[in-house]
């Protein structure tokens, strides 16, 4: 096996906090500028919501989508600047298209545009109230498969959204369906459902009327061949094809995100190290709980970004 590939990895939705980037954004122009970047295409300031809130302001899907990827990709201007680059790129749901900016598949400019679009679009696509997503702990996939099958055929929908990690795997459906689910999850043995604070029914059937108006946004903008593969959350393969990133962007938001085998897939094409570049650590939780073989570096202000170029360089030599 061939040693030592880095992998970056962005967060998704849940990750924002009020204040995120600020102190990466107040010494760096590259991330000051991204920041800028953004409010210019959005034609609003972003930037204002993200330094100072209100948190609900931030959490709105609509905001904390183009949100999450602008300070991403301000964090990840201090890695490239050293000149650290990845073997694989990949991002949990919305990461995704933090992962495609920094593989250059698609600009900053145009993948802004595209999330603040798609975090709309997902807001309307069903009304409020009627969807929902819940966390179910501590259960096997596939008996969770059967039982999310047997809700949906009883007529309230309910399908496997996120495959996290071993032990713990999101619902996302109708409000019944996941409480439904939820409920037998339960019975049949889950340690736990947490009902989630989102939006809506999120990479679940219902999403498919947004996914269909998303396609004239993905046309807008413009898509090219990755520098860096990306691991794309619906196939858990890598790919750098600019056709097969539209199609994949466009199904990821009725599919499943397959995050513990796209983490999988990475250990096996030789990665051990991946960096999570992003306010949090959720995506490091999840990769330590899939593999306690990988080290892990969290970038999610100036210090630690400091912290991961010289350990990423020590690696290096």
């Avoid at 295409?41 to 948190?55: A, M, W």
């Avoid at 946004?217 to 593969?229: K, M, R, S, T």
Wanted: proline share 4%; charged share 20%.
């Amino acid at each position: 096996m061939d040693m030592g590939k880095i992998a970056f990895v962005f967060p998704g939705q849940g990750s924002q906090t009020v204040g995120m980037g600020a102190s990466v954004r107040e010494s760096k122009q590259n991330a000051k500028e991204i920041f800028d970047l953004a409010d210019k295409r959005l034609g609003r300031d972003l930037t204002s919501i993200i330094l100072n809130g209100p948190q609900e302001e931030l959490t709105k899907t609509a905001n904390a989508q183009p949100a999450l990827l602008t300070t991403s990709i301000a964090l990840l201007q201090g890695l490239k600047e050293a000149g650290i680059q990845p073997d694989y790129t990949a991002g949990h749901s919305l990461g995704e298209y933090t992962a495609l900016v920094a593989n250059e598949a698609i600009t900053f400019s145009d993948a802004v545009y595209a999330v603040a679009k798609r975090g709309e679009l997902m807001e309307e696509a069903v009304p409020n109230g009627k969807g929902t997503m819940a966390a179910i702990l501590g259960m096997d996939r596939h008996l969770l498969t059967d039982i999310c099958q047997q809700v949906a055929d009883s007529g309230n929908l309910v399908q496997l959204a996120n495959m996290n990690c071993p032990g713990q795997i999101v619902i996302s459906g109708s409000v019944e369906g996941v409480t439904k689910a939820g409920e037998e999850a339960k019975k049949n043995g889950a340690k736990r459902v947490l009902p989630l604070q989102v939006s809506g029914p999120f990479h679940s059937a219902l999403m498919k009327p947004a996914a269909e108006k998303f396609t004239a946004v993905l046309n807008e903008i413009h898509i090219q061949d990755a520098q860096i593969p990306v691991i794309a959350n619906v196939t858990a393969e890598p790919t750098s094809d600019q056709n097969d990133v539209q199609k994949l962007l466009l199904e990821q938001l009725y599919s499943p995100v397959l995050w513990e085998d796209s983490v999988r897939k990475m250990i096996e094409l030789g990665v051990d190290t991946f960096v999570e570049i992003g306010p949090g650590k959720v995506l490091t939780g999840l990769i330590r709980k899939i593999s306690r073989d990988v080290k892990t570096l969290s970038v999610q202000d100036l210090e630690s970004c400091q912290a991961a170029i010289t350990a990423l360089r020590r690696n290096d030599g």
